[in-house]
């Protein structure tokens, strides 16, 4: 049989990687920050790494990971409303994003007549059913794409597909800043809902951006949604979920968060004055920008403590005030997200 | 939300180059690129004026 002959669906994602999957973390494996936020009333990263929760003025949510799963995944991204919000102003907005790096998405050959088509595979599972409204939004050029998926049956594990069109008016800037944001709109006012949502490529439009959802999960405390087993990828179908090794998913997703679990120790740098202590720690990965570094104490909890050397490859922590015969540690985390 | 720069090294004098966001001890570097150092830059412009550096 020639090559041409083998269908992709033939092919095994068990066991050979192609890294045809665009999104890091799309088994939501990995939860660097903890597997739940509680509380949750503005934007950040919660619980699973990568998967931003943008929220803006609708309601209160949980965020976490789940180990409720459709078969052949182990865990879900799970928002669950537990302050209600059935009238939100015009301008609320519950967003949940996956960001890429511009760097990343060059082969799409964006704002070029060889604009690719990219297909975005999902699992959902909500109390509710309705339709969610799912953009591809350009970050540089301030343009996006929607699709519709639909939840038909409450409470049920239903595997989505959506191909957008490419995009041949402008194209992704070729740099480490956030390019491509996927959305999956929550909840929203009417600034959000009054247009129409667009299956080409077109300007941002506000009202636009969720014309097609129906969902209003922040309406009642007893709403959620589960997400797992995100690909996004070149073409006009749904491959089967890439499975990734742990390991590997772990080492793409520490690009933008590191959270090394563990003390690193301060060291006295000369015999005559221990009271100056430094400490470093390289990343296990090159991160994408120099990272906001938190650090806090170990064993001992007063003195000045900073930050010495930073980069993307690592820190250096610095004390000038220990007392003799005191054991100095730091514990941080590094984030460079997008 | 507030800030305070970093000043020098106390040991070798030369620039930290990072701000502290007080709310967490962050230490936010100046890279273009840091979200966070983004988000700085527009607390600048709002006029806003960040705390000094530890003497």
């Known amino acids: 049989m020639s090559l041409t002959q083998i269908k992709q669906s033939n092919i095994s994602s068990d066991f050979s990687p192609s890294y045809r999957n665009l999104i890091i973390n799309g088994a939501m494996q990995i939860a660097q920050r903890g597997t739940s936020t509680t509380g949750v009333t503005s934007a950040g990263y919660f619980a699973c790494d990568r998967f931003y929760y943008y929220v803006d003025s609708i309601g209160t949510w949980t965020v976490e990971q789940s180990t409720d799963a459709p078969d052949g995944f182990g865990n879900s991204l799970k928002l669950s409303c537990t302050t209600a919000d059935a009238s939100p102003a015009v301008g609320d907005r519950a967003i949940l994003q996956h960001r890429i790096e511009g760097q990343f998405l060059q082969h799409l050959a964006k704002g070029t007549t060889s604009a690719k088509k990219v297909t975005l595979s999902f699992w959902m599972k909500s109390n509710k059913t309705g339709n969610m409204q799912v953009n591809l939004y350009d970050n540089d050029n301030d343009r996006f794409v929607s699709g519709t998926v639909t939840v038909n049956a409450s409470a049920t594990w239903e595997k989505k597909t959506i191909t957008f069109v490419g995009d041949t008016v402008s194209g992704y800037d070729n740099d480490n800043a956030a390019s491509l944001l ?16 667009p299956t080409t490529w077109q300007a941002n439009s506000a009202g636009d951006r969720n014309a097609g959802g129906t969902l209003a999960l922040a309406d009642s405390t007893s709403n959620y949604v589960n997400i797992t087993g995100v690909q996004l990828e070149v073409g006009e179908s749904a491959t089967e979920f890439e499975h990734r090794p742990y390991g590997t998913e772990l080492s793409l997703c520490q690009r933008y968060y590191y959270d090394p679990l563990t003390y690193r120790w301060l060291y006295a740098i000369t015999t005559s004055d221990s009271g100056n202590r430094r400490g470093h720690s390289d990343y296990p990965v090159t991160m994408r920008a120099t990272p906001t570094v938190t650090p806090t104490w170990g064993q001992y909890t007063s003195g000045t403590l900073g930050l010495q050397f930073s980069s993307t490859q690592g820190v250096t922590f610095y004390s000038d005030s220990v007392p003799a015969g005191s054991y100095t540690t730091v514990i941080f985390t590094a984030e460079a997200e997008l | 939300m507030t800030y305070k720069l970093t000043g020098n090294d106390p040991l070798l ?16 570097p100046f890279d273009e690129a840091n979200r966070d150092y983004q988000e700085y830059l527009e607390w600048l412009a709002e006029g806003n004026t960040p705390e000094p550096a530890d003497e």
């Open chain 2, 13 to 28: 004098g030369t620039p930290l180059n990072a701000v502290i966001r007080l709310a967490d001890n962050a230490w936010i």
């Open chain 1, 182 to 197: 996927i959305e999956w709109w929550i909840d929203s006012g009417t600034t959000w809902t009054s247009g129409t949502a």
